[in-house]
């Protein structure tokens, strides 16, 4: 039998940076991803407050592009993808009834890789300038940029991306593998299912936004040819590389909050989710469609009329489990007994939201109409819907639905509804005109544009619903702050919630499960209550529970990647050798430390379960 | 039992990488893992099937490639995923001298493989093929140097793993790095087979 190892147990800062626990990983993410948040929003106003007026010259140029190409580099690397996994992190496991993710120490490597990865590349605005190529990076103008901030781009990124793709293996195997008894594949909440597709998605996407950002880094540091006309390269290559990752990442994006979407509804509405295994092989079929029609980015390339249809057609079919979503959420509202909380309002708002986005993705799989709306505002428009609109409206539901589980406290639900409805008013004011400057003919990506061609008003209201969109998100920022109050403390289960993670006290115990459960049908915690037992049905009689070391490797490992970044982004080989060197001294030490872990024992798991605390 | 302890031939589990939760979660998570680098080395072979005939006034790939070196190279790394089959069947019978034998023979193999890479790769650049002088060379030394890293990578994996298991025995911790490290052998040897192929094959005829 194992030996009864004593528990070293760190605090402060340094429980924080060795933790392999999912739940503090999981804080870590929204931290971490809440920050860039920020950092991307406060860049989004700063280009609208350039675009207020015309002939502004407040950001202009070089320092405009910076700003354009960060905005969508954070809020799509650094925001939106780490808040949804800091959700996954938090949520997933409790909602599976499992102690842990499958590799909790890789875990944690996904983690500190994505967060070096981000202050690398924010790193950039203190050293010689962003990067101004755009998020997309197009060669050639990524690959003759001569200022480091492309590089800053291109290393941050892969770091960040390394970190990404770990996590997504991580809670594939998780689900698999790890799921409690009785929690079949058709009994997972939607969001488990959303994140797993998203996962599966991240798998077969992310290893190509890999190579290209290699091939974009060995033509920048080492002088390579790839997309180099005079040498033979080819630039389009660039374009289908990052588009085979880009598009699926849009639904890496989407495909959570559809999920998030998915409990909230089913929550507030108390009814079961309707329509749940039509909710379940859409989210599958959109996620296999999601490969197949990154050609819509690329439709005025010209790869010609076959190409171009194909992947047309392709695009349209995904409306069609798209529409089976949306029906499917306003039927578990009908007949419902509809609570308006916060979290609900947010549900409720993406649902129109959203229905618009995707009416104008519609619009622009249409190739010859897409060549009139190509590169302008309309496109701005478009894309801000479905993901301001869709995603971000997604999380915000999904912050105020778990904030107790993960935190402990329950936001101010009053606050809320302002951050609600500023931010909702907000986001319509900011971008439902641009698509009437888009097909007014305002390009995209251009830092200004001239009076008297009928651009100003809607670009004014524009701007104006941004900073309502702002002040939307500091009311969110003092409810956060006002929430560490005793007064907001919780209780288990504040919403009469349906799955897994309100059926364990507040706080959730670090081994997350005294006895596995035995889940008996969907929605395992609303079977229970409506069959008189109130409480989850253990699967296993109390015993010692296997816990997982913490470990600064992780740490270290992604410090030593950082290091390297620098290196090649200054081209000095040394510094990149040594951050390398680091790297593989702490995979070295990883495999010859063995690190079996520690043992709970069942005298304390007991005295937790007579203390109410598990 | 505890997953660092020595297995006997009386407690030995038919599949001993399966054995437990962590190994379970290995196989399946390493699996995936391959899926990627499937994805991975997709880009890498479109890339080069996109620029392999821009060499402008370099050597082609049909002036370049000597099939008999390539040939010795695949024929090495083809019997290196066989003795690691073998290393593995060992691995299934408890045997864990024979496991590191098979092992070493692999770990030689690749080795040899490795250093008829870098003959050949030197043997190109002073024929005036780089990584710098046409679009065709960036994508071949990426291809076949990614591949190479690989090779690189598995050598410094299993040295490492058998070093730091020699005298410990085949446990239930052990087990599913030692099969681990047999398919992500295999895998980079089918990326050759593809590499062979694509690369050479295609080169000289097609």
């Given amino acids: 039998m194992a030996t009864h190892e004593s528990h070293k147990k760190r605090s402060g800062l340094m429980d924080w940076l060795t933790t392999v626990d999912h739940k503090k990983i999981g804080i870590l993410y929204l931290l971490a991803g809440g920050f860039f948040f920020l950092i991307g929003g406060l860049e989004a106003v700063l280009m609208r407050i350039q675009l207020m007026e015309p002939d502004s010259k407040i950001f202009t140029g070089e320092l405009y592009n910076q700003l354009l190409t960060m905005h969508g580099t954070t809020m799509i690397f650094l925001a939106a993808m780490p808040i949804i996994f800091g959700f996954m992190n938090a949520i997933v496991p409790l909602q599976l009834g499992a102690r842990d993710v499958a590799f909790p120490y890789v875990n944690a490597v996904g983690f500190w890789l994505f967060f070096f990865g981000g202050v690398l590349l924010n790193l950039s605005w203190f050293l010689g300038g962003a990067p101004e190529a755009g998020w997309t990076a197009y060669a050639p103008l990524s690959t003759v940029a001569e200022d480091t901030g492309v590089d800053f781009y291109v290393l941050g990124l892969q770091i960040a991306g390394a970190g990404t793709l770990a996590g997504g293996i991580n809670f594939l195997v998780t689900i698999i593998n790890m799921r409690a008894p009785g929690m079949t594949f058709m009994r997972m909440p939607l969001f488990t299912w959303a994140s797993f597709v998203t996962s599966g998605l991240i798998l077969f996407a992310f290893p190509a936004l890999t190579v290209g950002f290699f091939l974009l880094m060995f033509e920048r540091v080492f002088d390579a040819n790839f997309f180099n006309p005079d040498m033979g390269g080819n630039i389009l290559i660039w374009e289908h590389i990052f588009w085979i990752f880009g598009h699926p990442e849009v639904y890496i994006l989407i495909l959570p909050a559809f999920g998030i979407i998915s409990e909230v509804i089913s929550t507030f509405s108390n009814k079961r989710l309707f329509g749940y295994s039509a909710m379940v092989f859409a989210t599958v079929l959109i996620g296999f469609l999601g490969f197949m029609v990154w050609v819509h980015h690329m439709f005025t390339v010209g790869l010609g009329p076959v190409a171009n249809s194909i992947f047309a057609v392709a695009t349209m079919a995904i409306a069609i489990p798209t529409g089976v979503k949306i029906f499917n959420w306003i039927f578990t509202m009908w007949g419902g007994q509809i609570r308006f909380s916060t979290a609900m309002l947010f549900a409720v708002g993406f649902v129109p939201t959203f229905v618009m986005g995707g009416v104008t993705g519609v619009m622009l799989s249409v190739p010859a109409a897409d060549y009139q709306y190509h590169d302008s505002y309309f496109v701005v428009a478009h894309f801000h819907y479905v993901i301001v609109g869709g995603l971000i409206l997604g999380l915000f539901s999904g912050l105020y639905y778990w904030y107790p589980r993960m935190f402990n406290r329950v936001l101010n639900e009053t606050l809320g509804k302002w951050n609600f409805w500023l931010f909702f008013i907000g986001f319509h004011l900011t971008f439902f005109p641009q698509h009437w400057l888009g097909l007014m003919g305002m390009p995209r990506r251009v830092y200004t544009y001239m009076s008297g061609q009928e651009l100003d008003g809607a670009n004014f209201v524009s701007t104006i619903g941004a900073i309502l969109m702002g002040a939307g998100t500091v009311v969110l920022l003092i409810n956060i702050i006002i929430s560490a109050s005793s007064k907001y403390a919780t209780t288990k289960d504040p919403w009469d919630g349906r799955t897994l993670e309100w059926s364990m006290p507040v706080p959730t115990p670090e081994y997350n499960f005294a006895q596995t459960p035995l889940v008996r049908g969907l929605d395992a915690l609303y079977v229970e209550k409506t069959a008189g037992n109130g409480a989850m049905t253990p699967a296993e009689p109390v015993g010692e529970i296997h816990m997982p070391n913490g470990s600064i490797l992780p740490f270290i490992l992604s410090l030593g990647m950082f290091i390297s970044g620098f290196g090649f982004i200054y081209s000095n080989w040394y510094v990149a050798g040594a951050g390398l060197g680091l790297v593989l001294i702490t995979m070295f030490l990883r495999s010859i430390i063995d690190d079996h872990g520690y043992h709970i024992h069942k005298e304390e798991v007991e005295a937790d379960i007579k203390g109410g605390r598990a | ?206």
Wanted: glycine share 10%; charged share 10%.
């Fill in chain 2, 1 to 206: 039992m505890n997953a660092g302890e020595r297995l006997t031939d009386a407690n030995f589990p038919a599949h001993p990488e399966k054995a437990t939760l962590e190994g379970k979660n290995k196989f399946l998570g390493f699996w995936l893992f391959l899926g990627g680098e499937t994805v991975l080395f997709a880009t890498l072979f479109g890339t080069y099937l996109g620029l392999r005939n821009m060499h402008l006034d370099g050597p082609s790939g049909a002036e370049l490639f000597s099939l008999p070196l390539v040939f010795l190279a695949t024929m090495l790394l083809l019997t290196s995923s066989l003795t690691s089959v073998y290393a593995v069947l060992s691995l299934k019978q408890n045997k864990v001298r024979s496991l590191q034998g098979w092992f070493l023979v692999t770990l030689l193999l690749g080795l040899g493989f490795l250093g008829l890479e870098i003959y050949e790769f030197i043997h190109y650049v002073h024929e005036g093929h780089t990584f710098t002088s046409s679009a065709f060379g960036s994508a071949f030394y990426t291809l076949v140097g990614f591949h190479g890293a690989h090779v690189l990578f598995g050598i410094l994996w299993i040295t490492t793993l058998l070093a730091r298991n020699w005298n410990r025995g085949i446990t239930l911790s052990n087990a599913p790095k030692y099969y681990l490290f047999a398919l992500y052998w295999h895998f980079v040897d089918v990326v050759w087979v593809f590499i062979f192929t694509v690369v050479y094959l295609m080169g000289k005829v097609g």
